[in-house]
């Protein structure tokens, strides 16, 4: 017993010594943290993603040696979608690397909270793509946050737009029942107040139903829109709570494909578990959906056929895999526009702010970078720090996600009020200065 | 009106089944030593997680054979450990001098059994039948790891001592489970029926829903704890299990041997995490998620006592039924009548009806009174 206590002992010592003794780096390396999850409840949806992400920063430094010679010193910290956790991992990994950290993707809208008061203070940009603050999308107040691609608002009209075209126009949702299944979180909150806001506009019902976390016990909600009888249920959940959802939602017999899932309710580990009872079920898409496009060429020839990729090759299609490699891709190129006016060499994350806000990606960009039938052009100013408002409707047809509807664009008659209202309040509740977006170059 | 709320409490009640099945593994092993065991949840997601992999595949994503071939060595240990001592027990034979040399050689022999088997039956999903065996198998390992390496060394410690450890040991199964199964969602398909049955429609418009799963699964948990209660009452190790509950010194001297008693309550209870997480991996898919399931059996607790099994039942099905129907017909009228800010109150609500039970019977609904004299 003795002789296994000191064996213990010895090992515990040994690991503490391992890690004091990593260190020393390259100095021609833009260092980027990773705060991803691939632990904890909300591991199945976070694993593809951060797949995705790696597996994107090791194809620029394989491909192209780095971004124009700077390479990416890239590390990981589990946040198990933890704020707590995330914050700990922020403030550990923010001085990295010779510059510190470039930007940070929280990958929770929590944590994206917890971070938009620390970002200007250790000036380093928050880019929550598809997530976060809504009314951070202005940048006159909201200078360190890039909410690129759409925040909750844009999801959530679209969707509604995509009901009343379905349904033969705004004016038909009178006297409908529409219900929100969400996770009672920042995140799930997010898009109450623009649903509110449709509703009191075109007269149809509103109600929104909380469900707790983790979201595995959903029986009294569904028992409820059995009773109540709603015309759609809109679903924004995270993790297990989809497909608990969907479950639920086959158990009460409550017609699939009146169910909208948001961008995050819409990837495979969401509706595989369901099996046959998510035939239907429609999502929201952020841009991009599920499918091979040309950078997955270049992810084979320079990862997966050297052993290299972090995933299957088979999984590199899937919804939240792409999704990675979109807001990898997003970052690397904010960090070469910010490089045509700082010089090709590691960046601080101020300068890194400039290139994000500077960010213009053309078709023809888009092309080049393999990304062409997965985004459309985007171009971030100080005003807008979304870029672009355009999303898509897909379908689970029981073995692949199917894109069913055109391009919508969320109207910005209804959200650009809300955004100027929402964040003028922040601002006059934190004290902050607001920029004048005129006088930026 | 009436049918909306007896299609909810049926509901409930149902899920309420199933959280008396987590809250049994907690009473076991509170009876027998006393001790809390925080790790009751991790031991739930252990065993659904080892299930599902060995069972079969989701998307192909396969297990490692390494994998397979020791699931099937812990398992060939097991049953060359159980046919010793059927046999022994059948010979009516003492123990001789060189008991522990023959318990080693079965074991090696067990094992490089189960483990040849395995490999040669290659990489592949097990039939579910198999798949509980190995699991069973390996709970009981796990139940004989936790008895040797952390609580024999606790022995005479304060109460508060073995609940850290437990504490301890539900992280390391946690993550532990997690790094050798993966932490995607996988499935266990018990072939529950999914279609929902609609009983009554003639009285009720839209008739009464019942979740078909939910019932077969409720029936399973019942089977289970009228098992368990047999278990503790008619049989000898069930009626030492008892000695020991009531108090350690006298057990131990008249010659009950104390260890021997936490090994086989700690691997009775890991098969009852085994069982609830069979059924609630059916139910949701087995993921993480299903260690938190565990937190649904504190007011359970509460409510029942920590000593009692039909204090476990009967507390499930009313804080099953109590949760789902504040929900439902409290929650609305409480936002609407106070102006509320919303949000679910099934979570926090079922712990507050535990607390006002605790109100009027301090030991919980079947707990034994405490009765001190000065």
Redesign the interface.
Known sequence: MRLMKAALLGAAVAAAGLTVASGAQAQNEQFIPGLIY????Y??NG?PFANGVADYYALVNERDGGINGVKILYEECDTGYATDRGVECYERLKGKGPTGAAYVNPLSTGITFALTEKAPVDKIPVISMGYGRSESRDGSVFQWNFPLLGTYWSAADIIMQHIALKEGGFEKLKGKKVVLVYH?SPYGKEPIALLEQRAKMHGFEFT?M???H????Q???W??I??NRPDYVLLWGW??MN??SI?EA????FPRDKMFGVWWSGAE?DV??AE??AKGYHAAMLQHGAGQFGVHADLKKFLYDKGKGVA?Y?ETGEVLYNRGLVNAMLGVESIRTAQKKFGNKPLTGEQVRWGIENLDLSAARLKELGFEGMLQPLKVSCQDHEGTRAGRVQQWDGAKWVVVSDWYQSDDKVLKPMVDAAAKKYAEEKKLPVRDCSKES | MLG?FL??LI??LL?GVLYSLVALGFVLIFKASGVFNFAQGAMVLFAALTIARLAGA????EVFLGQFVAAAAVLGVALALVGWYVWREYMARGGGGDERRKVLLLSLLGAVAGGAAAYAYGKGAWPMWLAIAATAAIMGLLAYAIERLVLRHLVNQEGIILFMATLGIAYFLD?FG?TLWG???Y?INLGLP?D?IFLFEGVFP?GL?V?P?DLVAAVIAAVLVIVLALFFQKTRIGRALRAVADDHAAAQSVGIPLNMIWLVVWTVSGLVALAAGLIWGAK??V????S??AL?ALPVLILGGFTSVPGAIVGGLIIGAG??LS??FLAPILVKQFDLA???I??WFAYMLALVFLLFRPQGLFGERIIERV
Not at chain 1, 250 to 253: L, P
């Open positions: 691939r632990t904890g409840a591991a199945p694993i009672d929104p909380p469900v707790t983790p979201g595995v016990e029986k009294a909600t028992l409820q059995r009773q993790g297990i497909s608990t479950k086959a158990a009460v017999g580990p595989r578990p046959g009872g299957k088979d | 909306p299609e909810t509901g409930g899920t989701i998307d192909n994503k993550g997690q932490s995607d969602i499935k999914k929902p839209g829903l979740d799963g949701l898919g993921q993480f998620s299903i938190l399931i649904k949760e789902k929900e439902v919303g949000g679910g099934e979570n």
